[in-house]
């Protein structure tokens, strides 16, 4: 394999695994926090992406950058709604109750997805500063790949800073460990589990938003990507930020170099990988046991 392949290969493993990792940050996020399990997490990845198109249509020039901002902090209060509204009596409940409840709001918010956009497949042009591609070592690497990359990356060091460097990381991390106490010394336990939830939509709808002018946008990428969140989710440990990263990059390079490699049997590795961890390690590579 020559250099150009490498570094091809390389972009490749970072970018899915970047994109990845905003969606299973999101998701394990919660998890760690309300040890709630969120089939419907991929909900807000599509309606991030959704809202994207639908403001880049409207806004010509800027659209893209007006959505990146925007779109995001409109599935938050989403998130949020829902937090408040409908998930908040489930902490307490079993993980298979959760599921199910989940799942329920993903066919709700799939068949709202579906009266609201339709069946067509949407997308959206990159803007012009991040068109086109160089040349690196002998390969073509897109531009638009490295801003995806460097998005993650912020994404990572933020939520290390939010959660190692801050008090409202370390209200989070006591909300997990002992709940009762932290409410007697005066923190609203509800209003930080509610701003989690809303963290980590903000976190799915965000990486909807980039990956819009990438893939395309339609009805089951909710589905989609909450399996693949799920897998990496699992892998790393749920519950876990840095169990996050490294799953999204175990499965970025087995993924890629899958395709490159065996593209029939690409899928099956990501699914033999996750059943290998859960024989030997059943809370993941970063997680910890159930108390």
């Known amino acids: 394999m020559d250099s150009g ?14 994109t990845l990792f905003m969606v299973a940050a999101g998701l394990t996020l919660v998890f760690g926090a309300l040890r709630l399990i969120n089939i419907a997490h991929g909900s807000f990845y599509m309606y991030g992406a959704y809202f994207a198109t639908t403001l880049s249509a409207h806004l010509a020039g800027a659209g893209f950058w007006v959505a990146l901002v925007v779109c995001p902090l409109a599935v938050a209060v989403m998130g949020a709604l829902v937090e408040v509204l409908v998930l908040r009596r489930l902490y307490r409940r079993e993980h298979l109750t959760q599921l199910l409840a989940t799942f329920a709001l993903l066919l709700i918010f ?28 002998g390969a073509a690497v897109p531009i638009y790949n490295l801003f995806v990359i ?16 801050t008090k409202l990381g370390w209200r989070i991390r006591a909300v997990v460990d002992d709940p009762e106490v932290l409410a007697s010394s005066g923190t609203n ?15 799915a709808g965000l990486s909807g938003v980039v990956i819009a002018p990438q893939q395309a946008v339609q009805p089951g990428m909710d589905a989609e990507i909450i399996v693949a969140a799920f897998i990496v989710a699992v892998i790393g440990g749920l519950g876990s930020i840095v169990g996050a990263a490294v799953g999204s990059l175990v499965i970025g390079v087995v993924e890629t170099l899958g395709a490159v490699w065996t593209p029939s049997w690409a899928s099956t590795f990501i699914y033999a990988l996750m059943i290998l961890v859960l024989a030997i390690r059943p809370w993941g590579l970063f997680g910890e046991a159930e108390r």
Do not use: C, E, Y
């Open 5 to 18: 392949s490498i570094i091809t290969n390389l972009i490749g493993i970072l970018t899915t695994a970047g």
């Open 150 to 165: 460097g998005v993650a990356v912020l994404v990572a060091v933020g939520l290390w800073a939010l959660m190692s460097r």
């Open 110 to 137: 799939a068949d709202i997805a579906l009266r609201l956009w339709g069946k067509d497949v949407r997308s959206i042009k990159p803007p012009s500063a991040l068109s086109g591609h160089f040349q690196f070592a």
């Open 189 to 203: 336990v509800p209003l930080i589990l509610t701003g989690v939830f809303a963290l980590g939509a903000l976190l």
